[in-house]
T-cell receptor, first 113, second 114 residues
Framework: DAKTTQPNSMESNEEEPVHLPCNHS???????IHWYRQLPSQGPEYVIH???SNVNNRMASLAIAEDRKSSTLILHRATLRDAAVYYC??????????????FGQGTTLQVKP | SQTIHQWPATLVQPVGSPLSLECTVE??????LYWYRQAAGRGLQLLFY??????ISSEVPQNLSASRPQDRQFILSSKKLLLSDSGFYLC?????????????FGPGTRLTVL
């Protein structure tokens, strides 16, 4: 399975931008990069995903390196409600029709008021 | 709109007792279904997934089993619980697509085995 590497934790101040990095040097050409987040005592929720081009949605932006070996999730203005564990996941290559996602340890984001 | 239900929300069970956790999905057909477990302070571990009725794949050898008796029903069971089965159990569904196979998670069941 293609693996990802993320920092264990990061801190941010409220209303400032946050850049959450993810390394995936063994990514294959057909792997999509997905980001999920998990708020305390809740199940994970989808944030964003992309393949090669940068992506934006109402929650965040995803910047993907040209060689696709790394990506960055960007929260444009962090709020206290953004404090969560953020997971960078590669949709498993060769998973056929299973759609399996393999979660790593993620990055715990702390947002300070 | 689609919704996913899990019950019970919390459960305290003695070691050696049986377990049955249920997950149901509404508003979609033929979803892929998944069971995850999250031990305290740990990441999510995929336990089982199912691509159709009666089709179950196990990711981790253990004393748990899963069944899918109906299209939108997924059940996690054990005949005899172990202390190590304690954790936060999450059910998820997705509808497979090339890139947009987002997984949607239920509220979870917090299981404590004493």
């Amino acid at each position: 399975d293609a693996k990802t590497t993320q920092p264990n934790s990061m801190e941010s101040n409220e209303e400032e931008p946050v850049h959450l990095p993810c390394n995936h040097s063994t990514i294959s050409g057909t792997d999509y990069i997905h980001w999920y987040r998990q708020l305390p005592s809740q199940g994970p929720e989808y944030v964003i995903h992309g393949l090669t081009s940068n992506v934006n949605n109402r929650m965040a932006s995803l910047a993907i390196a040209e060689d696709r070996k790394s990506s960055t999730l960007i929260l444009h203005r962090a709020t206290l409600r953004d404090a969560a564990v953020y997971y960078c996941i590669l949709r498993e290559s060769g998973s056929g029709n299973t759609g399996k996602l393999i979660f790593g340890q993620g990055t715990t984001l702390q947002v300070k008021p | 709109s689609q919704t996913i239900h899990q019950w019970p929300a919390t459960l305290v069970q003695p070691v050696g007792s049986p377990l049955s956790l249920e997950c149901t999905v509404e508003g979609t057909s033929n979803p892929n279904l998944y069971w995850y477990r999250q031990a305290a302070g740990r990441g999510l571990q995929l336990l089982f997934y199912s691509v159709g009725i009666g089709q179950i794949s196990s990711e981790v050898p253990q004393n748990l089993s899963a069944s899918r008796p109906q299209d939108r029903q997924f059940i996690l069971s054990s005949k005899k619980l172990l202390l190590s089965d304690s954790g936060f159990y999450l059910c998820a569904w997705s509808v497979l697509a090339v890139s947009t196979d987002t997984q949607y998670f239920g509220p979870g069941t917090r299981l404590t085995v004493l």
